[in-house]
């Protein structure tokens, strides 16, 4: 959580690129990116030079050699701004006709994730006053602290107010944690996110594993596996790649494995690689066939994205795999063949253990779509005994294009850490607690007569449906399919009482017009 200060000053960094005549989110989101980074290289090489002058000598590959130091953020940002825009806009002869932005697109893996996916950066900012305004700005914020700067960078991508094309658009936070604390990402997951956009699925498990595991890093092994090994994104877009990529560094990610390509297509041939998915793939758009890996085509024949991100998303697990997938209403209902078959695929031979249906302003203001959240575990041999219903109605916003906040953050914050204290306060509110307690309730193999009050009662929220049930309904997974409405009863009087009454209500109006005429007369 940033403080209002740190707020005040993102706003203001976020102002004066717009008045600067940068107006494009993801424009500003992506100059503000590369001066963060260029600020940490230059940080990083203060790091090297203190513990050279500490030991006398070190094995510290430098950034900057002392000949690069007018490129140095440390050096640029006190000098005139149109110095420092020279610096950055021409080739500078007496620097091997570099700028301070070409330098860091020649570091490669010595610059860490970020630069791995830098090489289509351009400088877009257009004047040497609004250049001179930003690094001032950016020199003052807190940028050695991981919290603080991985909550500086969310808030800043939570400005983005527009979707981007192809159907993507930013997962609410909130809705992100729950998913994490529900899968519970363990010490030796893999997790990927194949649609990844800018990281928040695993920005998100990351944050999990440290404060609910702060432990885990005294292990070296497991520090490794952090760094290395544990966090995998795919995406397409390259802008999104640069911001997920820092996303990552900033949240205390050194190296996590991104890949830049189209998750469906045939070059992507990953297959049982991962231990853990959290996925919120494109619901819009369609691909022919032959841009189709193969394998995805034999599980679901079709077009849509989001049924072929479900096939993929079995491939790439492992055996005893987890995932929890938000997929659009249609997906739980349609009656092709291809809708059908992939459901079919998680209840038959898969086991499939959660359906979370959501209120459709949850994306609001980018899409009203309706959407459900599928939990199931790569087994390829069935397990689906009964799956778990929950009818979400509130997610702690306003569903409206405005999604206002309905509780502080600070109350909204013991959703997740205090969920049984806040039920009562958060009715009506926000599902978030009720989920969270029922699904522990349940245990992620939900029983037949379910636990603690969770059972198969269909007039309530949350319920049990058996697999029977569902594979009688054509492997229906909508929660309209299963819940049952209990109407009150509405008595209404006779037509003769009616008219009684009517008839004495007319009789008093008659004698009060009587006695106003008395009165007048």
Known sequence: MITGDLKSQIDKIWNDFWTGGISNPLTVIEQFTYLIFLKQLDDKQILIEKRANMLGVTTDKPIYTPEQKDLRWSSFKDKDPEVMFELFTRPQRHLNDVTVFDF???????GGAFTEYIKGATFMIPTAKLLDRVVQQIDKLPLDNRDT??????????????AGTNGQFRTPRHIIRMMVEMTQPKKDDTICDPSCGTAGFLVAASQYVHEKHEDWFMDQDFREHYNRNMFNGIEIDPSMMR????????????????????????????SSQYSLILANPPFKGALDYDEVESSLLNVTKTKKTELLF???????????GRAAVIVPDGVLFGSSGAHK??????VENQQLQAVISMPSGVFKPYAGVSTAILFFTKTNSGGTDNVWF??????GFSLDDKRNAQLSEEVFEQCFTDPERVLEEFKGKCDIPNILLDWKAIGTAPSPSGRDGVGTDRTQKSFLIPKADIVANDYDLSINRYKEIVYD????EKPQTLIADIKAIDKKR????NELEKMLG
């Open 104 to 110: 860091m697109k020649t570091l490669g893996k010595d």
């Open 341 to 346: 078959s992939i459901r079919k695929e998680l």
């Open 510 to 513: 008659l004698n009060a017009m």
């Open 489 to 492: 009863e509405v008595i209404y």
């Open 243 to 270: 911001i997920s990529a820092m996303n990552l560094q900033l949240h205390g990610m050194e190296n996590p494995t991104l890949i830049g390509n189209s998750a469906l297509s045939e070059s992507n041939d990953i």
């Open 390 to 395: 929950y009818d979400m109605q509130a997610d």
């Open 149 to 162: 700067k991985g909550d500086l960078y969310e808030y800043m991508l939570g400005k983005i107010a527009e």
């Open 310 to 320: 479900l096939a993929l998303i079995l491939r790439m697990l492992k055996l005893g």
